[in-house]
Structures are given as structure tokens and as C-alpha cells.
């Protein structure tokens, strides 16, 4: 018998199944192929024990979403649970979550991978990963609100933090760190950076995803805090951000405080907080309590701004152009070599967030598929001014110096050898510079 | 142009006349809207502020509308406001976005309290 898939002699075997088949069927998880018609072509035995239904009798048969009434056989619901999505069948990789056909507080999480080629789908491998679900039943979640949150929960992904500037490398690095213990973490960055996003990010990387994330405002009242923290209808967040820490009142940071001191932090929200501020600065200033600050420091993150990351802009605008153009209303694809190069000349103050409205106000003008110059907002459409006249910088240097050593002397009342420490340097150093600046102190210190 | 507003969806109109007495003084417009498209269309024009969010009739239109507030209008800030306590939707209202979430009746006696701090200055 001729070979057929491979040229490994043995896999040509009649009866032996080929060897990428076989990695399949001695996979513990429940994998399976569909066609790009939907029909079932391949389940593996794990697949079999978890549905409870043999792949000879599936073979074959079209997985679609069925309503209750219309499926009539347990073999029905299992291949309405199947169904890829629509993006699956546009050739995306995806993820559902679908409730599990037993009736169960399962639910089944299927990871869709398509393949295709010029003619169209070809074929859809599926995995499916079983998560159970804890707590009352009367409680549960309607299976399009769960839906709605895996596809919401995929905007978190780390890999949307890919980039290769150091900054966010080690970002990434400490992202994984915090996903990998229940300590408090402190995200630190300047505004509009993305420190929220990272929080989420967390979230869904730790131990803890299948539970919800709750962001906190600090304006919010103190009893939103308290009730978030300590009511037992809440068991189910697992992790708590509070967003801009220094703002947040007194009281409520000391509810921070008396929750980070319980001994069993496993049995709480785990708390992550986000802010912009020096948090030194804002302690020593009397607005943040030390022991918060001690307690959230201990594993710190730090988001970079965007001008460290500037390389990344072509990748940040491709992730936020979805969002903006749904924010629009409008369908745009990309952005051009033009009106890109404007965007790397911008000083983004306000980070992400300002780009982002950028983005959104750029797609309402847009009139094409392709955002250009013109689509830019006012403010950064025309090209940086250059400067009318040049900047002497040994001149502008020498002025500072001469104000600098000109304060020094009055503060210290004209004696030289006071003036040199004040600036920190050698006394020898300063006379030189007073003669060299045409200098003179009124009178003559000590030596 | 943007323009603080409080934007409030599925809110009965009792309730819409004392939200009307709440922000009179504070220079902030009042819409009210009972569709998801025009909900969205005021953002669309420059709207900053708050989304009173009722949900309670259609779970699904109004969370997938939480959802695309949260990620596309950074600039509102969604309320979600409930007459059924379940932990769980409440739960999922904060992780798609809510800036709060009020269902119990201990929580409606914050609402307007939580709806003005939550207005931007």
C-alpha cells in the first residue's frame, strides 16, 4: 500500500493512524476537527468521555447552535455546544465559553483554532477546557452575559503587551510576577498610561480569573470601599484596583489598611492600586497613610509612559483602531506613512488615553478606509514650529550659572566660602567663575 | 465639543425628574434615553460624564451595552443601577466596566451621592 500523509514508513501502516492524529488521541484534553462546513471529522477519546457520546455517532453531523426545544437528543445539545462562532469561521482564532450540555455548573471554554486557504475554511480544530462554576445556583449567569464577558476579557490578554521596548519588557516581566501571588501590588505611571488596563491584565493571567474585577474610583464614597471589601455578597470578586490611590479619604485608606493587615489575605479581594503620583511625596505630605504605602509597595509596577515606547506606536494604534472606529461609527483600516510619522513627532502627555481620543476623533473625519493628515485633530495636523530664532546653549548655561552663584552669595551675605558649599562646589572653583563671569561679592568671607 | 451630561438609560421617568433636580444647579444636562443607539449617539457627540445604566428588562442589551460605554467612552463614567440584588450580575457589572454598582437597597440611597463625585468637576 502506497504511503499517504507522511513519508515516515510506518505511519503508511494500514490501520495505524498518522502520527499527528495520534498525538490528538493521547491527548488528555477533549480535542476535535470540524470542517469548514461544520460537520464533525475527528473527536479524540478524551472528547468521548467528556461528552458521553461516541464519535462514530457524530461523525459527520453539523455542529450548530440548536434553541432547547429544537434539539432533541443529548448528542444535539453536545453539537450546539460545539458550534464555532462566526469569527471562527472568518478564520480567527477565538474563544467561547459555552454552558456544559449536562446541565452541570459547568461550563466548557472551546479555543478555536481555523485554517484556510485560498478557497476558504478548511478545517476548525477545537479544545475544549471545562471550568466549573462555584456558588448557588440560583446565582448563575446567563450563558450570553458569560459570552459577552470572555469576549470583553480578551482586550487582556499579556500578549496585547508585546513589544520589544525595555520598558515594557520589564512590565511584562512583573505582570507575570503579580499574576503568580495573591499580594497587593502597586501600579505605578503617569496618566492615561495604562495602569488599569494593566490591573485587568493581572487579573486574567492569576490564579484568579474566573472570579470578577472590580475598578474602584477613589472619588466613590467610603462606604463603596467598605462594602466592596468586606460584605460577603461580594465573595466572588476576586480582585480589587483602586484607582488613583492619593486620592482616595483617609478613612477609606485605613479600611485598606485593616483589610491588608487580615491574616489570610487567600480569603479576600486581592487588592491592586494604581496612581500617577510620588507616593513619597503624597506620604510625606500627610495624604497617604506610611502603612498603606508600605503595604502596597512591596511589589511594585511600572507602566511606562508612551514616549518610552514610541516604537510600539504602529502596534498600539492597529490594538485601539477597532475600539475607536466602533466609537466612530466609521470602518478604517490603517493609518498612512504620513499621518503616522505626524503621530511619532507628538509628546503624547496624556499617554494611551490621549492617543486613543486622537484615534476616535481621527476616525469621525475620516472619509476613507485609511486615516491620513487631514483626519489628524487640529493641534497635530500642522508639523512641530521650528524655532524662529536659535538656542545658545553655552549662553543660556552661563546665565543660569551667573543667577545661581548670584543667590548663593545673598543667602549667604556675601561670604565666599558659605556661597561655595550652598552650591557644592570647591571655593577655589567659585572665584574662578566669579572672575570669569565679571562678578564681584561685596565682601570677603573666611576662608 | 464636550459638555458634562448625565446620560441615564432605562430610568423611569419619576426617577428622571428627581435626577433633573439633581443636576439643575451644577450646570449639567440631563438625557434620557430608552435606546442604546441613542444612548451611544450622545457620546458620540462629545458627551462627558456619567451613564445611569437601569438594568433589570434585557440583561443582554444592557450589559453589552455597559460593555461598549466602558471601552469605547473612557469619558463616561457607567453607573449601573439595579431593583434586584445578585451578586453575580453585580460582579460581572463591575468587570465590564462599571464605575459602580448599586442593586441593593442600601446602595440606591447612595446613588446620588455616588452620581455627583463621579461627575467631572
Known amino acids: 500500500m502506497p504511503p499517504t500523509h507522511s513519508h515516515r514508513p510506518d505511519d503508511a501502516t494500514p490501520g495505524r493512524r498518522p502520527r499527528g492524529e495520534r498525538l490528538w488521541h493521547a491527548a488528555t484534553e477533549p480535542v476535535f476537527l470540524i470542517s469548514g462546513q461544520r460537520r464533525l471529522l475527528y473527536a479524540n477519546p478524551a472528547w468521548e468521555k467528556l461528552t458521553g457520546a461516541a464519535f462514530a455517532e457524530a461523525r459527520g453531523r453539523v455542529c450548530r447552535r440548536h434553541s432547547k426545544a429544537a434539539a432533541a437528543e443529548p448528542l444535539d445539545h453536545v453539537l450546539s455546544a460545539l458550534a464555532p462562532p462566526q469569527e471562527a469561521m472568518l478564520g480567527r482564532p477565538c474563544q467561547t465559553r459555552r454552558r456544559a450540555p449536562d446541565k452541570t455548573l459547568a461550563w466548557w471554554e472551546i479555543n478555536y483554532f481555523p485554517w484556510s486557504n485560498a478557497e476558504g475554511i478548511q478545517g476548525i480544530l477545537g479544545k475544549i477546557q471545562v471550568i466549573h462554576e462555584s456558588g448557588p445556583t440560583h446565582a448563575v449567569l446567563p450563558e450570553k452575559l458569560v459570552q459577552l464577558r470572555v469576549r470583553t476579557n480578551h482586550l487582556y490578554r499579556l500578549e496585547s503587551w508585546s513589544s520589544d521596548a525595555p520598558a515594557v519588557s520589564r512590565l511584562v516581566a512583573q505582570m507575570r510576577l503579580a499574576a503568580q501571588t495573591p499580594l497587593p501590588a502597586l501600579i505605578q505611571g503617569p496618566p492615561g498610561s495604562g495602569k488599569e488596563w494593566a490591573a485587568r491584565t493581572i487579573h486574567h493571567l492569576g490564579a484568579q480569573r474566573e472570579s470578577f474585577v472590580a475598578a474602584l474610583d477613589a472619588r466613590l464614597p467610603p462606604a463603596t470601599l467598605a462594602d466592596l471589601l468586606t460584605s460577603s455578597r461580594h465573595w466572588h470578586i476576586g480582585t480589587l484596583y483602586v484607582k488613583n490611590l492619593e486620592r482616595l479619604p483617609r478613612d477609606a485608606q485605613a479600611l485598606l489598611v485593616q483589610h491588608l493587615d487580615n491574616d489570610n489575605p487567600e480569603s479576600q479581594p486581592r487588592l491592586l492600586a494604581g496612581s500617577s503620583a510620588n507616593l513619597a511625596d503624597e506620604q510625606r505630605a500627610g495624604r497617604l497613610l506610611p502603612e498603606l504605602h508600605a503595604a502596597l509597595s512591596a511589589l511594585t509596577i511600572q507602566v511606562p509612559a508612551l514616549n518610552e515606547r514610541m516604537q510600539d506606536l504602529p502596534r498600539l494604534i492597529d490594538q485601539m483602531l477597532p475600539r475607536a472606529c466602533a466609537a466612530a461609527e466609521k470602518s478604517v483600516r490603517g493609518i498612512s506613512s504620513a499621518a503616522l510619522d505626524r503621530l511619532r513627532l507628538h509628546a503624547w502627555p496624556d499617554n494611551l488615553a490621549e492617543l486613543y481620543q486622537v484615534l476616535v476623533q481621527a476616525c469621525t473625519r475620516a472619509k476613507g478606509e485609511q486615516l491620513d493628515l487631514d483626519d489628524l485633530p487640529f493641534q497635530l495636523r500642522g508639523a512641530p514650529t521650528p524655532p524662529d530664532k536659535p538656542l545658545p546653549l553655552d549662553d543660556t548655561l552661563a546665565k543660569v550659572e551667573r543667577r545661581m552663584i548670584e543667590l548663593a552669595l545673598r543667602l549667604a551675605q556675601g561670604n565666599k566660602t558659605s556661597a561655595a558649599e550652598l552650591l557644592a562646589i570647591w571655593r577655589q572653583r567659585l572665584l574662578r567663575r566669579l572672575e570669569q563671569l565679571g562678578l564681584e561679592a561685596k565682601d570677603e568671607g573666611a576662608v | ?121
Open chain 2, 1 to 121: 465639543m464636550r459638555h458634562t451630561q448625565l446620560i441615564t438609560y432605562g430610568v423611569d421617568e419619576a426617577a428622571a425628574e428627581r435626577l433633573t433636580a439633581l443636576v439643575r444647579d451644577r450646570a449639567v444636562g440631563l438625557r434620557v434615553t430608552h435606546n442604546a443607539q441613542a444612548c451611544l449617539n450622545l457620546m458620540r457627540q462629545g458627551a462627558v460624564g456619567v451613564l445611569l445604566l437601569r438594568i433589570g428588562k434585557n440583561l443582554e442589551s444592557e450589559f453589552t451595552l455597559l460593555a461598549q460605554v466602558a471601552q469605547q467612552f473612557p469619558q463616561i463614567a457607567p453607573v449601573v443601577w439595579g431593583g434586584a440584588d445578585h451578586p453575580r450580575l453585580a460582579g460581572l457589572a463591575w468587570d465590564l466596566g462599571a464605575q459602580a454598582v448599586l442593586l441593593t437597597p442600601g446602595d440606591h440611597d447612595r446613588l446620588y451621592d455616588v452620581i455627583l463625585r463621579l461627575l467631572p468637576d
